[in-house]
């Protein structure tokens, strides 16, 4: 009953992003635009796009991630939609995990859209270790959707939401992009992928400690 429920609520959301493609179009749009950026800033010789590839791909999903958490819980503000789940005898844990697999999604589109770009203008290659990276996008992306559902839920029921969720949201994140960004350096570099694992290690922690933190601490946020 309870994963019926959490898959009714990202079914929902889901249909929702389809019929107003540009809250996903705008994140993506962003992303390339941050990280094309970084490409034509200061010069930089091969040697440094392949060393600024794996921060600039992080720093680009980071903000890119943070518009589109900004729109979808304001959008449910104006609706009043979010006030009509909550009238429904739905637990509110149910409720964080539907929203935070709908986030998850469209981070995993979205990093579908940036890695491709970030490969090519940065000149980066996995030396065939594919499966590493896609671990690697989906660990760090569910663990940017707890925290940005749960600090979109935060912000939205704010008078100033969308100037306090990139307040709320980046200093948490740091260690969750740091992971990326060195667990990717280690699989862009040629040779043994040192460190990987540890970088994966850490990002997993974050993800199963901030998801339990995030789940617990929703429903007291939502019901104020």
């Known amino acids: 009953m309870r994963a019926a429920t959490a898959l009714a609520i990202l079914a929902k959301d889901l249909r929702l992003e389809v019929r107003r493609v540009e809250s996903l179009g705008t994140m993506a749009v962003f992303g390339v635009l941050v990280v094309v950026i970084f490409v034509f800033a200061g010069d930089p010789t091969p040697e440094d796009l392949s060393r600024l590839g794996p921060g600039a791909l992080w720093v680009a999903f980071l903000f890119a991630g943070a518009l589109g958490f900004g729109r979808w819980f304001a959008a449910e503000e104006r609706n009043a939609a979010l006030q009509g789940m909550l009238l429904t005898p739905v637990d509110r844990g149910v409720l964080f ?45 569910v663990g940017y959707a707890a925290l940005g559902t749960f600090f979109a839920a935060v912000a939205a029921r704010t008078t100033a939401g969308e100037l306090l969720l990139p307040v709320l949201l980046f200093p948490l994140s740091v260690p969750l992009v740091l992971a990326g960004a060195e667990g990717g350096q280690a699989l862009f570099q ?35």
């Open 97 to 141: 995990l539907g929203k935070w697999a709908g986030a998850t999604t469209f981070l995993l589109l979205l990093e579908l859209v940036l890695v491709p770009v970030a490969l090519t203008m940065y000149g980066l290659d996995p030396h065939g270790a594919w499966l590493e990276l896609a671990l690697l996008l989906v660990v760090v992306a």
């Open 190 to 224: 040629a040779g043994p992928r040192e460190g990987y694992w540890d970088w994966l290690g850490l990002a997993v922690a974050f993800d199963v400690i901030f998801g339990t933190v995030c789940a617990i601490g929703f429903e007291h946020v939502i019901e104020e």
